[in-house]
């Protein structure tokens, strides 16, 4: 049966970080300021900022979707999709968001898809989010050249990766140089499936999709944020749209970086740090405004991700979740071991 202690455990350990980048924030403004900001903040425009952040949940499940069916699994409609995508939201707390691969568990379950077939669509989603989000930012560092190095290296990072999936010859004689390798032969024919996975998802056209998407969502978000500091009192104008795009850009692209539970702390302090610096706001506003963007997109989504996995429990794990078995622990092992650890028989 599915262990939830432990998978409630695992969500509380990142909850605790949060609380603990809370108790920083607020440290770093001043309790009362921020509890009359808050007071004071424009709450009417809490919807739109809502229907922003599902916006851009919305573009990034119909670009999931479009992945599945890229790789051959076309027995799964876009309602499913998009609930999986959103699902997999609840692990987002864990390092470097792992937890979110629980999505190959689930397609598994629902359309029998091969774990190791599937998995770069949850893989290449983070890889063109963060593409998506060094595009935005790089527009910002443009004008602000003390953000370009950190940037231009996440940038590099990534599309050195993209180029390298693409040359296929450089590709397979890597794959090929593994084989010869004892700890790396055991799994490389698991190592070939997902390459051509990756391959696929990341030619150009699926590619200019992906990123298509990313820009569309991530924009939207980043209009959120834009709204939040509507709401604060901060003066209006088209150049703080921008400016809000691209804290959010270079905070998700930190955050993202750090490896950390949903990134936190890293992409608090960045876009605090942005907010104080960039536009001069106060410690309190700054503070504040980091406090209201990362409760309407990262706890939001962890939220609607929770509520997913609680009414489609069954669908998602299966119609047996009740009755004695591996637990959700060791199916995730399972899968694990299919992706690259086990060998082949």
């Not at 084989?179 to 996975?197: C, D, G, I, N």
């Amino acid at each position: 049966m599915i262990d939830y202690n432990n998978l409630l455990r695992k969500l509380f350990i990142g909850f605790g970080f949060g609380i603990v980048v809370f108790i920083a924030l607020v440290l770093y403004g001043d309790v009362r300021e921020m509890g009359r900001l808050l007071q004071d903040f424009r709450w009417g425009l809490m919807p739109a900022i809502l229907g922003l952040t599902i916006v851009n949940y919305l573009v990034r499940g119909a670009r999931f979707h479009y992945y599945l069916l890229k790789l051959g699994v076309n027995n799964i409609g876009l309602w499913t999709s998009l609930r999986i995508f959103v699902g997999g939201f609840a692990l987002t707390l864990t390092p470097g968001k792992f937890g979110e691969l629980v999505r190959v568990l689930w397609l598994k379950n629902l359309v029998n898809a091969d774990p190791v077939k599937v998995a770069p669509a949850t893989v290449v989603d983070r890889i063109v989010d963060g593409l998506t989000m060094a595009i935005l930012a790089s527009l910002g560092a443009l004008a602000y050249p003390q953000y370009w190095p950190a940037v231009a290296v996440i940038l590099t990072v990534l599309v050195a990766g993209i180029i390298i999936v693409q040359i296929r010859p450089l590709a397979l004689w890597c794959l090929n140089f593994g084989e010869k390798l004892p700890l790396v032969a055991r799994f490389v024919h698991h190592l070939h499936t997902l390459y051509e996975s990756a391959y696929e998802l990341l030619r150009f056209k699926n590619l200019l999709v992906g990123l298509g998407a990313g820009l569309i969502g991530w924009s939207a978000e980043g209009v959120a944020f834009y709204l939040v500091l509507i709401g604060l009192g901060v003066p209006n104008s088209f150049n703080l749209t921008l400016l809000a795009i691209f804290t959010l850009a270079i905070g998700s692209l930190l955050g993202g970086a750090s490896s950390s539970p949903g990134g936190l702390g890293a992409a608090e302090a960045s876009m605090a740090g942005i907010l104080r610096t960039v536009i001069n706001l106060s410690e309190n506003v700054a503070a504040t405004a980091t406090l209201l963007i990362r409760f309407f997109t990262l706890w939001f989504g962890v939220g609607l991700g929770i509520l997913t996995v609680i009414i489609w429990r069954k669908m998602l794990f299966g119609p047996n979740m009740d009755q004695p078995g591996p637990g959700i622990d060791k199916n995730l092992e399972l899968v694990d071991s299919e992706l690259t650890y086990e060998q082949a028989s």
